[in-house]
């Protein structure tokens, strides 16, 4: 967990988060994401499916990945949660302020402080090279009930990554889709520098309900395909909000 716990792009995160003061009531998007096996390092990976939930709420959001990860982002007390359940674990961040010398702080001594240093360094460098380019097409058609047009995306991150996807946004669902993009990109958000990418991205205008990416990284050349299967406005579970019972923090 302590790998994963980069720098969050605060102040816009809470400007979206508040962005979703207006809602009425939470919003559950659930989403489908397939992974095309492939090899890299000379390592085959399998073919991958994974369900992606997400609740939008006021002032908060909740992101869980299959049955292993949680991210939940509170708006109100400005913190961020990353749960493990497998292992029964939690991390706690800050949303905005230095991220990384609340991190060093807690596990005190000058190692981690400079271990949290160098890791905001890569971070930042990191980020500073990823760009995004969208461009929007005439095209459209019907997916489920929404009619949708279609946008394609690039994105790089220097030389380490390059992707490109055909995506499908709709404007019939009334929801804020920033807001909905920072969930859904919750891990790339914590490493902060996401502000020009989600500018670059409002370029798609509406949600995206159907989105295939083609990636090359490391050597190895990956396919993925994301789609929303089920939207609607309910009550999130009783506890969705809250770190499980029993869980300690990592």
């Known amino acids: 967990m302590k790998g994963k716990r980069i720098r969050l792009a ?3 995160v809470v400007a979206l988060l508040f962005t979703g003061a207006a809602l009425n009531a939470e919003i559950y998007i659930k989403q489908t994401r397939k992974t095309d096996a492939f090899t890299v390092m000379g390592q085959s990976q399998p073919e991958k499916v994974e369900t992606i939930v ?3 709420g006021k002032d908060r959001i909740r992101v869980d990945t299959g049955e292993d990860t949680s991210i939940i ?3 109100d007390k400005k913190v961020m949660y990353m749960i493990n359940h497998e292992e029964m674990t939690y991390a706690e961040m800050p949303v905005g302020g230095d991220m990384f010398g609340a991190m060093a702080g807690e596990a005190g001594g000058e190692e981690a402080k400079k271990g949290m240093e160098m890791a905001k360094k890569m971070a930042q460098s990191m980020m500073g090279s990823m760009k995004a380019k969208v461009t929007p097409t005439d095209e459209t058609k019907k997916i489920k009930d929404w009619t949708v ?3 394609l995306i690039e994105m790089s991150m220097g030389s380490m990554m390059k992707a490109n996807s055909e995506a499908w946004a709709t404007e ?5 889709p920033r807001l909905y993009y920072m969930a859904a990109n919750a891990m790339m958000a914590s490493m902060g520098g996401l502000d020009t990418i989600v500018q670059e991205m409002q370029k798609v205008k509406g949600m995206i309900v159907y989105q295939e990416t083609k990636s090359e990284a490391m050597g190895a050349t990956m396919r993925m395909v994301e789609e929303v299967v089920e939207m609607g406005e309910k009550d999130a579970p009783a506890g969705a909000w809250d770190i499980p019972k029993g869980y300690k923090k990592g």
């Open 54 to 56: 997400t609740w939008l």
């Open 149 to 151: 047009r279609k946008y």
């Open 10 to 12: 605060g102040a816009l």
């Open 172 to 176: 019939d669902i009334k929801i804020d």
């Open 73 to 75: 982002v509170l708006g």
